[in-house]
């Protein structure tokens, strides 16, 4: 009788276990479509967060890239083949602040506040919105790479290294939508997250996307190639075989590790962040 109980109170917490389950893909796909409704209302804040990139790309290859010798051939040689695949990684980093920014509008709007009230998954809004980000910041790799493809850039790799690749950039993408949850749900107005241009920046440009470190004062490169996006990067331009681009002999163990850290530094950065944002939204209004 005793195991008849236990077996009916397992199959009992599994059935409600699977429930939330679903309960929760459900709300998330919710908050999804949401999104996506919204987006289409107000177009011009997509088309400046692709705009925004598409001119980093041409201001750095073309303003900057004419002076950088990164090759040893001479300036501007093989500029392309190496900037382009940081400027792939350096897209994928800044778009936290985008997703600061919604998250901070929404919350300010009140739309947090009427999620809470629902009866929501409380990790929906987070999932939602980091599935909806990882879906266009997938938009902004396609445009970027149209862009990449105009100005001379090719992969060198097989068509699966480069998957791979697009695959890895979107990874770190997906962690840094975490930490723009997190700090959204942590800002009071927008005002503020539109300072965050002070953090995004010394993550995006200190760090191997414009140049190698092994060319930076040795603390400098110490800290650029410890840097998650470096470590994406070089990954990233090892799979796309990257042609024209003299190997060197990495100065930094972490270089040499370049694949592995690609996609450790994101798992460390969600094991730490999802939770904070989860919680985070829990807390709202107390």
Not at 36 to 49: G, I, M
Not at 111 to 129: C, E, H, K, L, Y
Request: charged letters at 15%; a neutral charge; proline letters at 5%.
């Amino acid at each position: 009788m005793t195991t008849l109980k236990h077996q009916t109170k397992d199959a009992h917490t599994e059935e409600k276990t699977g429930s939330r389950v679903i309960w929760g893909i459900r709300d998330c796909r919710t908050i999804v479509l949401q999104e996506f409704t919204h987006l289409l209302r107000q177009p011009s804040t997509f088309a400046w967060q692709i705009g925004f990139p598409v001119v980093m790309v041409l201001m750095f290859v073309y303003v900057f890239g004419s002076a950088m010798d990164v090759t040893g051939q001479g300036a501007g040689e093989g500029y392309v083949d190496f900037a382009m695949p940081g400027m792939f990684a350096l897209t994928m980093a800044l778009g936290f602040m985008d997703t600061a920014y919604a998250v901070t509008h929404n919350k300010e709007k009140g739309f947090m506040d009427r999620f809470r009230s629902m009866p929501m998954s409380s990790s929906a809004p987070v999932t939602g919105r980091a599935v909806s980000d990882v879906i266009r910041a997938g938009i902004d790799l396609v445009v970027i790479a149209g862009v990449a493809l105009l100005i001379g850039w090719r992969s060198g790799g097989s068509l699966g290294a480069t998957l791979a690749a697009f695959v890895l950039l979107l990874w770190l993408r997906l962690a840094l939508i975490f930490v723009g949850i997190y700090l959204g749900l942590c800002i009071k107005n927008t005002e503020t997250a539109g300072m965050l241009f002070a953090v995004a920046f010394p993550l995006g440009f200190i760090s191997s996307v414009f140049t190698p470190p092994e060319m930076m004062p040795g603390w400098l490169g110490a800290v650029a190639a410890w840097n998650p996006v470096s470590s994406t990067a070089t990954a990233i331009r090892d799979l796309f075989n990257t042609p024209g681009i003299e190997i060197m002999e990495p100065a930094y163990w972490i270089d040499g590790h370049a694949m592995a850290a690609a996609i450790i530094w994101p798992a460390v950065i969600m094991a730490v962040f999802v939770p904070l944002a989860v919680r985070q939204f829990k807390s709202l209004g107390r």
